[in-house]
């Protein structure tokens, strides 16, 4: 487990990149000026909308750099919030600029975290979840032969967090090409909803307004639909 510890110089490297960009943030004559932080709050974003926006006109590479910067220091530390900053970047970007740069971030950052797991946190995620493990090992040798669109399908329906998988995916196998495109195609119907949301910010009040009951039926339907052509594969199989 002491593999683990070298993950802290990173982790204080990325920081101080993010402190630099802080740093550098442009001066705009616009919105006033408040301090640059991760949302945590609809109020939040409502507020770092309008900032970043104006940042956005007056320089766009320093707005996109930051974004990126942001996006992948959360996934690849499993840090909370990154749905929050999906919906900042639909505030910000826009429906058809955010969908995908947030799909694509979101993979890159989650290959990050399980490049990180595999590197030096294999000890630490059998110590504290090895019930997953040996939980999503079983799964997947059960589903070998249909392998994308099961990891397809626990991305659509996640009954095992996102970062949790993220982190479990080396220790039990999963190929790092199959990893990324099931997280970057997966999480397309989420990222849309939360995208779709911020481009719309002024109108929702908080995160209750995005995720509804009928936006969590049409993900869970979504899932439903994509493992068919699996369940179809083992059937023939099983017929033959």
């Keep these: 487990m002491a593999s683990f510890f070298y993950i802290i110089p990173i982790f204080v490297v990325f920081t101080l990149w993010l402190s630099f960009l802080s740093f550098m943030a442009p001066t ?32 766009r590479t320093y707005m996109f750099c930051l974004f990126i910067s942001a996006y992948l220091y959360k996934q690849a530390f499993c840090i909370p919030g990154s749905a929050l900053l999906n919906i900042l970047g639909g505030a910000i970007f826009g429906l058809w600029t955010a969908l995908p740069l947030c799909c694509f971030l979101t993979g890159l950052g989650a290959t ?7 590197s030096f946190a294999e000890d630490l995620v059998l110590h504290f979840w090895s019930k997953e493990v040996d939980r999503i090992r079983t799964k997947i040798a059960s589903h070998n032969d249909e392998l994308l669109f099961f990891l397809l399908s626990l991305r659509l329906m996640p009954l095992t967090p996102n970062w949790l998988l993220n982190l479990i995916s080396p220790i039990v196998g999963v190929p790092l090409p199959l990893f990324f495109i099931t997280v970057f195609l997966g999480l397309i119907p989420y990222n849309y909803i939360c995208i779709q949301a911020g481009a719309m910010l002024g109108s929702i009040s908080s995160f209750d307004d995005v995720l509804t009951s009928k936006t969590m039926l049409q993900l869970s339907g979504l899932a ?5 052509p699996g369940i179809v594969k083992r059937y023939v199989k099983l017929e033959k």
């Excluded at 439903?224 to 068919?228: A, D």
């Design 224 to 228: 439903f639909v994509v493992i068919i």
């Design 112 to 118: 990050l975290s399980y490049l990180l797991s595999k």
């Design 28 to 59: 705009i004559s616009g919105p006033e000026e408040i301090a640059l932080r991760f949302p945590t709050s609809f109020d939040d974003l409502f507020s770092l909308s309008k900032l970043f926006k104006a940042y956005l006109e007056s320089n």
